[in-house]
């Protein structure tokens, strides 16, 4: 929130919390607590992503999806048994994996947008502004289903 804040003053804290409350709703099981003691034991580029790579140990995520790549280094994320994707690679795994959950959860997304309503079309040229460039032209195949 604290990245959203900075990149996006024009947004109020009103409506920051709220997108928070929504994520955390969405996904019940997505708070990690527990983290905070591995924050001193880690060393990246950027000292305010160590909660992150703490928050996947704890956690015992074996992935971070970030498209800050950079401040992730291999050497120290490798012997955690914690790697880095970017968003766009990891929607196209989940594409591999189960094309007709993505369509469906997609199609729920798209469903949501009210304030303007997307076209199929429309969603999937967003995706692509916001990096998913390959998974928006990967799941134009699925379009109809969108």
Do not use: W
């Amino acid at each position: 929130m604290r990245s959203l804040r900075a990149d996006k003053p024009d947004i109020s804290a009103d409506k920051i919390a709220s997108l928070r409350q929504m994520i955390d709703d969405s996904v019940p099981d997505c708070i990690v607590t527990g983290y905070e003691p591995l924050v001193k034991g880690l060393t990246l580029p950027d000292a305010n992503d160590c909660h992150v790579l703490a928050a996947a140990v704890r956690c015992r995520a074996e992935v971070i999806v970030t498209a800050n790549l950079r401040d992730f280094p291999e050497d120290v994320l490798a012997p955690l048994g914690v790697r880095t994707e970017h968003p766009d690679e990891f929607v196209l795994h989940l594409i591999d994996l189960a094309p007709a959950t993505v369509c469906v959860a997609i199609k729920a997304v798209r469903g949501r947008l009210k304030k303007p309503p997307h076209t199929a079309d429309e969603l999937l040229d967003r995706l692509a502004e916001h990096g998913l460039v390959g998974s928006a032209s990967k799941l134009r195949e699925f379009a109809q289903m969108l």
